[in-house]
């Protein structure tokens, strides 16, 4: 399948798969309109294997598309701010890809630190940003709710991207793994 391809395909499964952990499986918090999630993790994999466009669009996409579904319209500054997580995350990719079939010790370490680093940008500063500038919400309740929800998204993402990453690197062949007869 040649690349182009297998990214469309990817954004489409990675887009269905945020939007069915993402509207079908959530814990609610104690702070009004956050939830704790395991899409993040979905995401997370989705960027780190494929790179900063396909996290970009699942984030985009199956966050537009949870929105959508519950009714109350699209709240457009959590949107922005999932696909700028699969963006970021996706771009640091380099620094622990899971694609040469290993994915064990430094690079999980280095996958969660900046699975970390991704979450921090996108809900500490992206999601409560543009919900200032956006819907002109108060700054105390959206820094708030940016933290409680990138707390429990790196949480989530730390086990949940964790555990995808192990098990997509144990199925491809190892790099060499070839012998000449």
């Known amino acids: 399948m040649n690349k182009p391809v297998k ?4 954004i489409g499964i990675g887009a269905a798969l945020f939007f069915v952990c993402g509207r079908f499986i959530s814990i609610p918090s104690p702070i009004p309109n956050v939830t704790i999630n395991i899409q993040y993790g979905v995401l997370a ?7 900063p466009l396909v996290g970009c669009l699942v984030g985009l996409i199956g966050h537009a598309l ?3 579904s519950f ?13 700028a997580f699969g963006f970021v995350l996706g771009l640091f990719r380099g620094l622990f890809n899971p694609n040469d079939g290993t994915f064990g010790g430094s690079k999980i370490v280095r996958f969660n630190v900046t699975q970390l680093i991704s979450h921090l940008i996108a809900w500490g500063i992206v999601a409560p940003a543009l919900d200032i500038v956006i819907y002109a919400e108060p700054a105390n309740k959206v820094f708030l709710q940016g933290l409680v929800a990138g ?3 790196i949480v989530t993402t730390a086990i949940v991207g964790t555990i995808l990453l192990v098990a997509f690197a144990a199925a491809r062949p190892k790099k060499d793994s070839l012998k000449q007869e």
């Open 66 to 68: 949870i929105d959508f």
């Open 7 to 10: 990214m469309i395909v990817a």
């Open 71 to 83: 009714g109350w319209g699209i709240w457009w500054s959590w949107v922005i701010a999932s696909a």
């Open 151 to 153: 707390a429990s998204n």
């Open 45 to 51: 994999f989705f960027a780190a294997a494929f790179g």
